[in-house]
């Protein structure tokens, strides 16, 4: 079994930072993709960046330049660093994992964590 613990969301006022963190722990044989997700009220849970195992990155437009996605893989830990926060920003930010545990690779999620940017 796989668990995904999330921290560091919080509240900020526009222009601030955050840094989050996604840690992996239980069984299995690797971790490949990491990314972050979120997902505003009323909204569609949107994709905000994702590493590679080889540590690839992409980013969604909105965020390019502003956010850093990064991996430590002896700790199974990704994280999202965010600066210049906007309020639009605003969401609930998920990460998702994709991990093998024996032949096939499943994805996992982590619980979410509020991410607020006050104007």
């Known amino acids: 079994q796989v668990q995904l613990v999330e921290s560091g969301g919080g509240l900020v006022q526009a222009g601030g930072s955050l840094r989050l963190s996604c840690a992996a722990s239980?069984?299995?044989?690797?971790?490949?993709?990491m990314t972050w997700y979120r997902q505003a009220p009323g909204k569609q849970r949107e994709l905000v960046a994702r590493?590679?195992?080889?540590?690839?990155?992409n980013y969604a437009e909105s965020v390019k330049g502003r956010f850093t996605i990064s991996r430590d893989n002896a700790k199974y830990t990704v994280y999202l660093q965010m600066n210049s926060l906007k309020p639009e920003d605003t969401g609930v930010y998920y990460c998702?994992?994709?991990?093998?545990?024996?032949?096939?690779?499943?994805?996992?999620w982590g619980q979410g964590t509020q991410v607020t940017v006050s104007s």
């Open positions: 998702n994992i994709g991990v093998l545990t024996g032949p096939l690779w499943n994805d996992y």
């Open positions: 239980g069984s299995f044989v690797h971790i490949g993709d």
């Open positions: 590493i590679s195992r080889g540590s690839s990155t």
